[in-house]
């Protein structure tokens, strides 16, 4: 989907490559953002979603081992986090690494295409969004010479309940950059 000559469902050949693929597809149209793209494929989605489901199981458990040892009754707000958390779906998506500027299928992985894969291509993107504890979470115009900071400031800044320590960024490539890690 997306940002592709002949954009559609592909029926892959054995042993096809994402990249012979998007060739045959007829490449990227010149406003292709490959660096936002996102690949999913189905047997990554069902192995996140066991994950996900034996995280739950598993602190449901604890939280039951807990409750029984101070006989405390699990708490309604504990069960709706439990629910929440059990509605939970993977989404199947593999980051695959571009750099920014990566703008031709020469950048794509050789990575061979399986039954149910989806990739999607979106349009250079013309706005940043801020979200989280900050006074006005918006989407505000990109601009190249803008850093970070400055966002977080037009976004009016933290607010009160803002934990500066543990700030972070989701790049457009699914890539998430913390305080700790910089």
Do not use: W
Not at 7 to 31: C, I
Not at 41 to 68: G, K
Not at 139 to 152: N, W
């Amino acid at each position: 989907e997306g940002e592709f000559v002949h954009a559609g469902s592909y029926t892959a050949q054995p042993g096809e490559t994402l990249r012979h693929l998007v060739e045959r597809a007829g490449g990227f149209t010149p406003n292709a953002y490959l660096y936002g793209s996102e690949f999913a494929r189905e047997s990554t989605r069902a192995v996140q979603q066991a994950r996900i489901d034996e995280y739950v199981r598993s602190l449901d458990m604890q939280i039951q081992r807990t409750n029984l040892a101070t006989a405390a009754a699990p708490a309604a707000a504990t069960q709706a986090f439990l629910t929440q958390l059990r509605q939970i779906r993977a989404t199947g998506r593999i980051v695959l690494e571009f750099k920014a500027e990566s703008i031709s299928t020469a950048s794509l992985p050789d990575i061979t295409m399986e039954d149910g894969d989806s990739f999607v291509v979106p349009p250079v993107p013309a706005n940043v969004n801020v979200v989280g504890a900050v006074y006005d979470q918006n989407s505000f115009l990109y601009l190249h010479s803008r850093r970070v900071g400055t966002y977080l400031q037009l976004a009016g800044g933290p607010n009160r309940e803002a934990d500066r320590r543990h700030e972070f960024i989701i790049r457009s490539d699914g890539e998430v950059i913390s305080r700790e890690m910089s």
